[in-house]
């Protein structure tokens, strides 16, 4: 294979992808959490249905691999029993919904653990603010009160109202997306979508088209929601079935009254301990189904993240369960790969074997992605430093995606260590 090929929509349960192991069964969690039941089901589910291995994708959904033709409709059988199947292809293709997982407090800040003695991330947990200092309307410290805070249930009824709004949306491109990060401040700004659902600093809602900076006030959230979806078609967003609210943007177009800024965001969290729970995360975002099974075992509502962790709602302790990343020290969560070859028919190079070998030679602070074929899929921007195979050895990219010019071509996997010697990697 010497091209890659742009499929333009993400699998479903519904519309599985076919890969190199099997078929890619998307499961979307309705409201953005799993019960405890539900993930024990679907662990079960991985393991009779396909080969046990679960990925946590960038839309804050899992992913069950290995699924065959045979066995797939016994597996959406089961996932049905768990409420965890839409009516039919168009309800589930059009449920692009990324909720946040920190519904009443924003995630704790870390220091990165060379910033001082003793920074273990088990210790890593948020101070609330001081007494007497501001917060938004509704929200409630971390600790005060027994019963979930107007903001809790705030989120959970807008996920509600947007999740059937979906279903009165104009046909969109199967990629086309929606944020609700409606917590405290927003933390889902990193993850992709086209329309999101935020607060401003005073605690009001606003709808921010991506690529924007500013959004509109919300009156009606299903209403503004479809408007600016229609908006969005109106304008000429679609091209060819696909099109996102960013390329439109940047064209110039802005949908009207967008005039008020987002609260400032918080940065992505890392894995640790929270206000809201424990963040546990895994190598490339991939699991075994026993360590689902595990963590269901707790007892704690699991929600899945867009960074390919998995919140355990309520855990004041980290998880004693193998085959979790809970240090945030770990280089492995400063890789980014994808599935690679054999796995993924598109790749042309092996990627989560190099990136254990590479590993150790990250500097602090220094990231990396490592990309199959030129698509690009596990990080489709820019990264400070990209390798993408190429079928003859990977192509090293500066500052770009996996498709942009490389500074070096075909490097073999044993020469690449040499680059990651420095702090930084050297101009090539």
């Known amino acids: 294979m010497t091209a890659w090929e742009i499929k333009g929509w993400c699998p479903g349960a519904l519309r599985p992808m076919q890969s190199g192991d099997g078929l890619v069964v998307r499961i979307r969690p309705p409201m953005g959490r799993l019960t405890p039941e539900q993930a024990a089901a679907i662990a079960t589910a991985s393991e009779t249905h396909g080969n046990g291995i679960t990925d946590l994708s960038?839309?804050?959904?899992?992913?069950?691999?290995?699924?065959?033709?045979?066995?797939?409709?016994?597996?959406?059988?089961?996932?049905?029993?768990?409420?965890?199947?839409?009516?039919?292809?168009?309800?589930?293709?059009?449920?692009?919904?990324?909720?946040?997982?920190?519904?009443?407090?924003?995630?704790?800040?870390?220091?990165?653990?060379?910033?001082?003695?003793?920074?273990?991330?088990a210790r890593q947990v948020c101070a609330t603010p001081a007494p007497g200092a501001s917060l938004p309307p509704g929200w409630r410290r971390d600790g005060e009160g027994g019963h979930p805070s107007g903001s809790e249930a705030d989120t959970d009824s807008l996920a509600t109202t947007l999740t059937?709004?979906?279903?009165?949306?104009?046909?969109?491109?199967?990629?086309?997306?929606?944020?609700?990060?409606?917590?405290?401040?927003?933390?889902?700004?990193?993850?992709?979508?086209?329309?999101?659902?935020?607060?401003?600093?005073?605690?009001?809602?606003?709808?921010?088209?991506?690529?924007?900076?500013?959004?509109?006030?919300?009156?009606?959230?299903?209403?503004?929601?479809?408007e600016m979806a229609e908006w969005f078609v109106r304008k000429g967003g679609i091209t060819g079935g696909r099109g996102r609210m960013s390329a439109l943007i940047a064209k110039g177009c802005i949908p009207p009254d967008c005039t008020i800024a987002p609260a400032e965001p918080v940065p992505t969290p890392g894995p640790g301990l929270h206000p809201e729970g424990t963040l546990v995360a895994f190598a490339f975002g991939q699991m075994q189904a026993e360590t689902l099974r595990a963590l269901a075992a707790l007892g704690h509502e699991i929600r899945p993240t867009p960074w390919r962790m998995l919140l355990i709602a309520g855990a004041t302790e980290l998880p004693a369960v193998p085959g979790l990343i809970t240090d945030t020290s770990e280089p492995l969560l400063r890789i980014t790969a994808c599935t690679g070859a054999p796995a993924c028919p598109q790749a042309l190079g092996d990627t989560r074997t190099l990136a254990r070998q590479l590993a150790p030679h990250l500097a602090p602070g220094q990231t990396l992605h490592i990309s199959g074929c030129a698509k690009g899929c596990a990080h489709p921007g820019p990264a400070p430093l990209t390798l993408t195979a190429t079928g003859q050895g990977y192509d090293l990219i500066r500052n770009g995606t996996a498709h942009d010019t490389p500074s070096l071509r075909n490097l073999p996997a044993q020469a690449i260590p040499d680059h990651l010697k420095a702090t930084h990697a050297p101009r090539l």
């Open 58 to 121: 960038a839309r804050a959904n899992l992913q069950l691999r290995g699924v065959t033709e045979a066995s797939h409709p016994h597996l959406i059988d089961d996932l049905r029993a768990q409420g965890l199947i839409d009516p039919d292809v168009e309800t589930e293709t059009l449920r692009n919904l990324i909720v946040t997982p920190f519904r009443t407090s924003p995630p704790s800040p870390y220091l990165p653990p060379h910033a001082g003695e003793g920074s273990h991330p």
């Open 164 to 226: 059937a709004a979906l279903a009165r949306m104009p046909k969109l491109p199967g990629k086309f997306g929606f944020a609700l990060d409606t917590g405290p401040r927003p933390v889902l700004t990193g993850a992709s979508a086209d329309i999101r659902v935020e607060r401003s600093a005073d605690g009001s809602l606003i709808l921010r088209p991506e690529g924007h900076p500013l959004g509109q006030p919300v009156t009606d959230l299903a209403r503004d929601a479809i």
